[in-house]
């Protein structure tokens, strides 16, 4: 164990977003080994969970000739729709099974607000609501957050960056995380906008 409060937030490892999902990344069942190998080092474990209404928003499904992947305005914010995935309660909302649930000290659920998406686990997509999970790590007295999961330039991005701006020194541990690539180029910007914020970029195997 680290001589600083390190909290590892393990972002949205559910089986939609896993290969044979409603949402598959490329690979997400990877970073499972990884996430379970690193969790130890830890002085504590957040996993988050995308958890929507069927109602959501972001859910192409519920606009009138509108697919997935097409952006959309709905109240001044720029959404993404999607494929139905992470309907709370469904086994596509689960966390892979072979992940190591047992050394979760707090699970946050995000994207319940049927009229606001939320990829980021400390504020929904309005910029405004909170999940509530900064004042947890304030509370804990969190001295350095490390991110992994899914998605690299969705839930992952969004949050690390809302991370440095609560004021949390942050480092994404970028071999345990795998991204959705949509619109093409879009991890290898995200990755470049974290590295501006001052967010590390580190491996598994690095510290
Ligand atoms: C996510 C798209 C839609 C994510 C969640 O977890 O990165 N991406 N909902
Ligand atoms: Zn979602």
């Not at 680290?2 to 590892?8: A, G, M």
């Not at 393990?10 to 977003?17: A, G, I, M, S």
């Not at 001044?76 to 047992?102: K, N, R």
């Amino acid at each position: 164990m680290s001589v600083y409060r390190d909290v590892l937030i393990v972002t949205d490892v559910q089986n939609d977003f896993c290969p044979g999902g409603a949402l598959a990344v490329n690979e997400g069942d990877a970073v499972v080994p990884i996430i379970n190998g690193v969790m130890k080092r830890f002085y504590r474990v957040v996993a988050t969970q995308d958890w929507h209404p069927r109602d959501q928003i972001s859910f192409a499904s519920n606009h009138a000739e509108k697919y997935p992947f097409e952006q959309v305005e709905i109240g001044g914010i720029v959404q993404t729709l999607w494929p139905d995935h992470c309907v709370a309660g469904t086994p596509g909302a689960a966390f892979h099974p072979d992940l190591d649930t047992d050394r979760f000290d707090l699970i946050v659920r995000k994207g319940t607000n049927p009229t606001v998406d939320s990829y980021s686990t400390f504020l929904e997509n309005d910029k405004k609501i909170k999940t509530g999970l900064d004042g947890y790590l304030t509370s804990i007295e969190t001295d350095r957050l490390f991110l992994c999961g899914l998605a690299t330039d969705y839930c992952v991005f969004y949050s690390a960056m809302d991370a440095v701006s609560f004021g949390f020194k942050t480092f994404v541990i970028i071999d345990a995380c795998r991204g959705i690539d949509v619109p093409k180029g879009n991890i290898d910007r995200c990755i470049a906008d974290m590295k501006k914020k001052g967010i590390q970029m580190i491996t598994s195997t690095e510290w």
